[in-house]
């Protein structure tokens, strides 16, 4: 029994770790987002920060990616920056690969 429950406290402790780690992939991810669209949206300064922030805190409100879509493509729609649906998704894409190669390496990928 004692070794049953050692395992369960190491795939408890593992569970725990991945998401930590997938937490920190996706904030990073929409870190990169952020800054990509606030040069889009034609920000500079402290508000490019800011609007990272915003970028970061929109994933906070449910599972999944399109809250973070939904918050960026709304906001390029008011600015009316010409970018396809396709396109934003791709650039997410692109950064989630740069953020999981920074965070855990190339060779874990």
């Known amino acids: 029994m004692k070794k049953l429950d050692e395992r369960k406290k190491g795939y408890?402790?593992?569970f725990a770790r991945d998401q930590e780690l997938e937490f920190k992939i996706l904030a990073r991810r929409?870190?990169?987002?952020?800054?990509w669209a606030a040069e889009k949206?034609?920000?500079?300064?402290?508000?490019?920060q800011?609007?990272?922030n915003e970028?970061?805190?929109?994933?906070?409100?449910?599972?999944?990616?399109?809250d973070v879509f939904?918050?960026?493509?709304?906001?390029?729609?008011?600015?009316?920056v010409q970018i396809s649906d396709d396109e934003l998704r791709q650039y997410m894409d692109q950064f989630?690969?740069?953020?999981?190669?920074?965070i855990i390496g190339k060779d874990s990928i």
């Not at 949206?41 to 490019?48: F, I």
């Open 55 to 66: 970028v970061v805190k929109s994933d906070l409100e449910e599972a999944g990616d399109m």
């Open 30 to 35: 929409n870190k990169y987002l952020g800054v």
């Open 50 to 52: 800011d609007y990272c």
């Open 12 to 14: 408890e402790g593992k």
């Open 70 to 80: 939904r918050k960026v493509r709304k906001d390029l729609d008011e600015k009316s």
């Open 96 to 102: 989630l690969l740069q953020a999981k190669e920074e």
């Open 41 to 48: 949206l034609g920000l500079s300064g402290p508000a490019v």
